[in-house]
Structure formats: structure tokens, C-alpha cells
């Protein structure tokens, strides 16, 4: 029986040249969660693809299912959204860039979650329409985190159940193994690491968790919270993945830490 070709929305991750004339298009869909597909004959094309497959790119696509390998076969692709400027602007590039990387890491093939596809589309929507980079980005990757089941929790310590106060004193740690919080009296070790909270990251951290995208742009975070905040998260990420995050090297030149300031 001929494969039907089947559409769906999806998001741009990442492309790559294939062979002489082919492109190889990695996407975020609603339906089928991440996947890959070849584009015949894209380099060439003048007409079913140009200007379409970009990193970013909101698509809607025709595609035939993969038979006997791993990748789809992709028939025609239709624009929704380039969203230009995060390839023109630097900062939303690594912002955009940063955040398609962490979909590709956290996701698994063909396991779709819609949350996950409105988020990227959130992401992408918001820094092309100038929202603020570093916000966004803790915004994205908090709920990210969530989404895919290493939601920090953030509450309290998770030995003695102490809570972020400022009258109290102790300093808090993210403990990447399990995600939970832990004091500086329990850990004995008042020192600064690579997991080491402030008390008003932590609260800002606590409030994103408990918004939702349509109320993000009411969160205020001075810039400085933002780094920290981001620098937690991209540690707590790469223990998660067991490998570097590559595009964290760009972004975080947009942080005051990356700046050496
Ligand atoms: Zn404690």
C-alpha cells in the first residue's frame, strides 16, 4: 500500500547539507515531537523550499511517514512564520539558537508534547517581537525543565524544610541529582558553587514557576537575577544531559557573568 502524505505544524530545530543537492531538516511538531526529515533536492530549489527551512522557520509541511529508516520524506513546505530578526539580531539569534539546542537535548524522537511545541513557539514569538533575551530564555528553560520531568523544586530545604527567608541566613544550593533545594546549614557548606542560589534568584525563580506564558511579561528580573538564574539552570542542565550545551558559549556573552562584569 503507497505511504499517504500527511501535514502537520511544526518548528525548525536545526538543518544540514546532505549530498549534493539534499537537506536534512530536524522539527518540532505538535503531532509527532522531534523528528527528522529529508528534503530532496532542496540546495537546488527554487520553488518548494527556498527561504523556507531556516532555523526558527514555522512551517506547515506535507511529509511522507519513514519506511525504513529514521527520516520522512519531505514534499512540500509551506511558511507560517520566518521570524527574521532572530537571524538578523544577535542576541535573539543566541537566545532562539540556545533554546532550539535545549528542545533537541531534553526531547526524545517521535514522543510529542504539545506544551513543549507552545513553549518553542512562545520562545520564538516573543524575543522577534523584543522581548527581553535573558528573562525569556529563564522563563523558557524553567518550564522546559518542567515539561520534561526535572522540574527544580524550589520551595524549601529538602532536608530540614527550612524556607528561603531573608531574616534566616542560610544560603541554598540546587542539588542536580534530584532537583531539590538544600541549605547551607544542612550541607555545611556556606561556599559559593556552580548551584548556588540567592535568595531573590530563588523567588523570582519560584514566582516563573508559578506563571503561566501569558503572564510572564509581568515578571520584572534585573538583569544580574537573570544571569544567575540562567547559570544555575544551564549547570543543572548539563548534569541532567551528560554533555556540554554548545550554544551556552554565545548566549552567555549576553550575561553580566559571560561578560566578566
Ligand atoms: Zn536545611
Known amino acids: ?27 518540532y511538531s505538535p503531532d509527532i515531537g522531534r ?30 511517514p519513514a519506511k525504513h529508516n529514521r527520516l520522512h520524506f519531505l514534499s512540500e513546505a509551506e511558511l507560517k512564520e520566518a521570524f527574521i530578526s532572530l537571524r538578523t539580531n544577535w542576541q535573539r539569534y543566541c537566545a532562539a539558537i540556545l533554546a532550539n539546542e535545549l528542545v533537541l537535548r531534553f526531547t526524545g524522537e517521535h514522543d510529542p508534547d504539545r506544551r513543549i511545541f507552545s513553549l518553542l513557539h512562545w520562545l520564538l514569538e516573543s524575543l522577534h517581537n ?8 529563564v522563563f523558557f528553560h524553567l518550564h522546559l525543565l518542567n515539561a520534561c520531568g526535572y522540574r527544580p523544586k524550589l520551595e524549601h530545604c529538602a532536608i530540614c524544610s527550612c524556607l528561603p527567608d531573608k531574616n534566616r541566613g542560610p544560603s541554598f544550593t540546587l542539588q542536580p541529582g534530584n532537583g531539590t533545594l538544600i541549605c547551607s546549614r544542612c550541607s555545611g557548606n556556606a561556599g559559593r558553587s556552580r548551584f548556588a542560589l ?23 528580573m534585573p ?18 544531559l551528560q554533555c556540554d550545551i554548545h550554544s551556552w558559549s554565545f548566549f552567555s556573552q549576553l550575561t553580566k557573568k559571560g561578560r566578566g562584569l
Not at 501535514?7 to 537537506?23: H, M, P, Q, W, Y
Not at 527528522?36 to 506547515?60: H, M
Not at 535568595?199 to 520584572?220: D, E, I, N, Y
Not at 538583569?223 to 541532567?240: F, G, M, P, Q, T
Open 35 to 64: 523528528f527528522a526529515a529529508i528534503a530532496k533536492g532542496a540546495k537546488r530549489s527554487q520553488k518548494r523550499f527556498v527561504n523556507k527551512l531556516e532555523e526558527f522557520s514555522l512551517l506547515d509541511i506535507s511529509y511522507r
Open 198 to 220: 540567592s535568595l531573590q534568584s530563588l523567588k523570582f525563580l519560584q514566582t516563573a514557576q508559578g506563571m503561566t506564558v501569558k503572564k510572564m511579561h509581568r515578571l520584572q
Open 130 to 137: 523584543g522581548s527581553s533575551p535573558l528573562p525569556t530564555v
Open 223 to 240: 538583569e544580574n537575577i537573570a544571569s544567575e538564574c540562567l547559570s544555575v539552570l544551564y549547570n543543572y542542565s548539563k548534569y541532567l
Open 1 to 27: 500500500m503507497p505511504y499517504q502524505n500527511c501535514r502537520t505544524g511544526c518548528i525548525v530545530l536545526k538543518n544540514a547539507d546532505f549530498g549534493e543537492s539534499d537537506r536534512i531538516i530536524t522539527l
